[in-house]
């Protein structure tokens, strides 16, 4: 029947001929009766829209459904917050769980974070993972865990927290969060990675620890041709706020991808901070000019290491082509020179915005590229030598315990201190729109962002997840997160069937890339001899 009324009458019309009729209806009452008056106005209104709807040429949709189809477009544009708050269970991640935000929340608030009645989690699922607990439990006195970095060329050597601030360029993030952030760690007493987009004032007010990032762009250390400036550099490396130097090689969320900051989003404040013209494109290279092999790479960063007197010079990288990263183990055996630390950025990294395809398909996971970073530091004899960091959706204290067995130091959280910010996942950081003024230049966005009551959430997350991180080390009868390794954990690989990780995951022997190459695993034996400290390219 409705196919018979549709061919005699389009029934999509509907809507739109209700408010014509209700339109006209309204304007006879108000001339007859001098009543009605609020309802032409809207009935006119939405009768407006309707007749603009099929005289419009860019959406189908409203040409065939004039006035209701705008209800399409409405629901589409709610549809992260009606999937998040009313159809998501609490362990599905996208990217991250209720069940993980409303952990980060608790703790931030310094609420509990206990949980009743069992686990949500089915852990007869594959890739299910836990700790191997102690009938021995230990008993710490601190949940301060903190690793010193800088190797025999460092002379400031860096004692950090085993948790810190990951890298988020002011620009990326509000001026409120960046102050909260560095208030939380100088309260806590741990690191503040600026991102790429260098030191801005706003990272100096509260004046806790800094790790400068330095990208392709050279940010806070550029001339005015965009390239690296020594003065520049040193001017900034010698603050005591600065403890490390952290050069971008690629980050997890795009590697091998630049960047642009448009002109208009380019403020004073934020050109201040990178040293770029106020209102003009910002470009951030897809590489580094400052060198082009990973011998020069190795002198540009015994350069950095001698300009900023003596504090701990290293690098972040996604793993990409193994042989590339091979190459660079192989500069630092030929030159002598050592990175004090190594940052790996697994591709679930997030917070910046980045084409999907990248997002999705790009660049080497945390678990991948750490241990291919920790192996080949071990086959060459240089582990003990090289602080190694990670960061890639580490939130709990579970998150920094498996990184730890995987093969790292410490661990970076970047979305993680965003939660302990006020962020609700809203996934709206690249609009300028947030809702909660952690990533917006918006001055009135801004300010939902509360700085002092903030910082002492970012305080209080860090605290709180090191707490955690005590009890699983006491648990696993340890004295030290650093004890933890591969033996310690667990995976469920089948129904009937679980491994230590240590039997699912690759191992070198010390020194066997020196020594014994064909017994190892193919990723070496296919590219190690292939690689070259002359170049970054495939031999």
Known sequence: MLDRLNALYPVRYTAFALCVLFALLSLFTLVAFGVGGLTFLVSGALSAVGLWDLRQTKSSVLRNYPVIGHLRFMLEKIRPEIRQYFLENDTEATPFSRSQRSLAYARAKGETDKRPFGSQLDMNADGHEWLNHSLQPSTLATHDFRVLIGGDACTQPYDASIFNISAMSFGALSANAIQALNAGAKRGHFAHDTGEGSISAWHRLNGGDLIWEIGSGYFGCRDETGHFSPERFQANAIDPQVKMIEIKLSQGAKPGHGGVLPGPKVTPEIAAARGVPVGIDCVSPSSHSAFSTPI???????????????????????????????????????????????????????????????????????????RLVHNTLVGVNLREHIKVGCAGKVVSAFDIVRAMAIGADWCNSARGFMFALGCIQAQSCHTGHCPTGVTTQDPVRQQALVVPDKAQRVFHFHQSTLMALQELVQAAGLQHPRQITSHHLVRRVSENEVRLLANLLPSTPPGALLTDLAAQHAVFTTYWERASAQRFSLA
């Open 296 to 370: 020069e790479m190795m002198h540009f960063i015994t350069r950095l290491r001698e300009l900023s007197g003596g504090k701990p010079v290293g690098f972040k990288l996604c793993i990409g082509h193994p042989w590339e990263w091979f190459a660079i183990v192989k500069a630092m055996l030929e030159t002598g020179v050592r990175p004090d630390f190594i940052v790996v950025d697994g591709a679930e990294g997030g917070t910046g915005a980045a084409p999907l395809e990248f997002t999705d398909h790009v660049g080497a996971p945390l678990q991948e590229g750490l």
